[in-house]
Every structure is written in structure tokens, then in C-alpha cells.
């Protein structure tokens, strides 16, 4: 079954630790994107790549890095530096459409 | 900078009853538009795409939407509603970055209730 797989499911982080989400898909798509969703504010993109081993800000990268070392693969870390953490977050992957994973709600302890 | 409002923040409507979620963006050049849709707790699914010709479009579930390049508009209809509808709503809309590739803005969504 094609598709993209997040995990966890539910996150919970303690102060100033950092936590990672995982995102793999096996569509072959060179482009994944990360998002976070709040209640009422739409998506939001965090960062975006478009290929292996490059990856750019989106409009809300401050306390998140990212790495993309294959082309299946695009972690995302939410760092201390993220102050409010408490959002879902999706995965995306893209050939001409973006496809999404079934995400991850992340929680502050 | 490319922009998607969606208008209606909730919308409630009887089973059976006809259905349309608007939607207006904000794009310099050919936008390329789309509609999602989410369950509580999941991610989005695509629900119909528009990249050019028809303005007439065609998705999965029995929705379609029209392209109306004189109102920035991006509307989204079904004729009968069913109570598996129920759902959040998102519409977005598609740039081209610099260097290449795309990303996706999306409006703040609107959340279906259908009464049975």
C-alpha cells in the first residue's frame, strides 16, 4: 500500500526537550512538506524539501529543524526553542497534488 | 503573497439538503486550486483539483467546484448532502516558489455539521 506514515500518533514533550516526528512515504515523491495545524488558523508551513539533502524555510520555521538524508525520509525536530509547541502536525508529499499522513498531536507535559 | 479566505467559519445543513462552501483566493498569476477535506483527527484528503481548462470540476464523494476568474472565486457544491459529510473543509491554493516547486496557502477552513 502506497502512501505516507507519521509517527507517533500522540506526542507528549517535557520543558526544553526536543522531540522528533517521523515521516516516511513510499510514493517515490521527491517534495514533502511539513505543516502545523491550529484550531481555527488553517495549515501553516513549516519547512519544505524538494529534493534529498535540501530543504528550505516555510513561514514558521523558528523553533524546528528538519533533515532529508533520503528521498523517503523528512524528520522534523521541535526544538526548547519552540515556546508553544501544542499543535497537530502533518506530513505532506507531492507529485503534482500534496497527499498527507494522518498526522501527529503534539502536547506540552 | 498568495491568500485563501474562507468565509464561513461553520455551516450547518440538513441531510438531503444541497451544499456550497465558498471560497476566494488572492494569486497574481493562474492559481492552481484545491479542495480538502479532514476528519476530526486525521490528515486531508484531496477532494478535486484545478489546474487549468473546464472550470467546471469534478472530485471524489459527489462534489464539485467552479472556477470563476472574475470573482477570485473557488466554490464548493454538493448536491445532496450526506451525514458522512460531516467534516472540516479547506481550500487552497497552489504557488510557484522560486527555484522551482510549489507550495501550498491555505484558507482557515470550514467546519461542516449536517443535522439528520
Known amino acids: 500500500d502506497g502512501g505516507i506514515t507519521q509517527s507517533p500518533k500522540y506526542l507528549f514533550r517535557k520543558e526544553g526537550q526536543n522531540v522528533t516526528l517521523s515521516c516516511e512515504q513510499n510514493?517515490?515523491?521527491?517534495?514533502m512538506y511539513w505543516y502545523r495545524q491550529d484550531p481555527g488558523q488553517g495549515l501553516r508551513l513549516i519547512y519544505y524539501s524538494q529534493i534529498v539533502n535540501d530543504f528550505q524555510k516555510g513561514d514558521i520555521a523558528e523553533g524546528y529543524s528538519v533533515s532529508r538524508e533520503k528521498k523517503e525520509s523528512f524528520p522534523l525536530t521541535v526544538t526548547s526553542a519552540q515556546k508553544n509547541p501544542t499543535a497537530f502536525y502533518l506530513c505532506?508529499?507531492?507529485?503534482?497534488?500534496?497527499?498527507f499522513g494522518a498526522g501527529t498531536r503534539l502536547s506540552v507535559l | 503573497a498568495q491568500s485563501v479566505t474562507q468565509p464561513d467559519i461553520h455551516i450547518t445543513v440538513s441531510e438531503g439538503a444541497s451544499l456550497e462552501l465558498r471560497c476566494n483566493y488572492s494569486y497574481g498569476a493562474t492559481p492552481y486550486l484545491f479542495w480538502y477535506v479532514q476528519s476530526p483527527g486525521q490528515g486531508l484528503q484531496l477532494l478535486l483539483k484545478?489546474?487549468?481548462?473546464?472550470?467546471l470540476v469534478q472530485g471524489i464523494k459527489g462534489f464539485e467546484a467552479e472556477f470563476t476568474r472574475s470573482q477570485s472565486s473557488f466554490n464548493l457544491r454538493k448536491p445532496s448532502v450526506h451525514w458522512s459529510d460531516a467534516a472540516e473543509y479547506f481550500c487552497a491554493v497552489g504557488a510557484i516558489l522560486t527555484g522551482g516547486g510549489n507550495k501550498l496557502t491555505f484558507g482557515t477552513g470550514t467546519q461542516l455539521k449536517v443535522e439528520l
Open positions: 505532506a508529499s507531492r507529485d503534482r497534488v500534496q497527499y
Open positions: 484545478y489546474f487549468s481548462g473546464d472550470t
Open positions: 510514493l517515490n515523491h521527491d517534495a
